[in-house]
């Protein structure tokens, strides 16, 4: 069964007892299952998550044309990004930038060129950390703004979903 890795942001579960959000990828995990499929995930910063899915071609597919979702134009780890168009460069960055990290940053760990790395780098410095959220009752909402927190490694997740 095919593999493929997407981003994808975090819900509010509506309704619930308690403020709470889970992946997106959620809302496709009765799908994935019942083809005998799995997903993993690990949350990283701006609300994000970057999530392995293990699914039928069709299944991927419907996830990559779902508003919200960005299917990563590699399937494994270890695939280099050299023969990706400028565009599909310039994407990933973007999304970095989205998720909120600053050009310094990016520049600092992956360099000018997004050609010259590996998935795994990429998706390494995109799960460098993440935000603890908070609810914040008299607006309700759900606030990522507290102390930084370690993400679950990528490998980590590569290995949950063989």
């Known amino acids: 069964m095919p593999l493929a890795w997407f981003l994808c942001q975090y819900k509010r579960r509506l309704p619930a007892p308690r403020p709470t959000r889970y992946c997106a990828m959620d809302d496709f995990t009765g799908l994935i299952r019942a083809e005998g499929g799995d997903w993993h995930e690990t949350e990283v910063l701006g609300n994000f998550a970057i999530v392995k899915v293990r699914g039928s071609v069709p299944t991927l597919a419907l996830?990559?044309?779902?508003?919200?979702?960005?299917?990563?134009p590699k399937d494994r780890l270890d695939d280099s990004l050299a023969d990706l168009t400028a565009?599909?460069?310039?994407?990933?960055?973007?999304?970095?930038?989205?998720?909120g990290y600053s050009v310094a940053e990016i520049q600092t760990a992956l360099g000018n060129d997004l050609g010259t790395k590996m998935l795994r780098g990429v998706l390494r410095f995109a799960a460098t950390r993440r935000r603890k959220p908070r609810y914040d009752a008299p607006t309700d909402t759900i606030l990522l703004d507290g102390p930084v927190q370690p993400c679950r490694d990528v490998d980590d997740v590569d290995r949950a979903v063989p």
């Open 87 to 99: 565009a599909q460069k310039q994407a990933l960055r973007d999304r970095l930038l989205d998720m």
């Open 63 to 72: 996830i990559a044309n779902t508003a919200g979702f960005r299917r990563l």
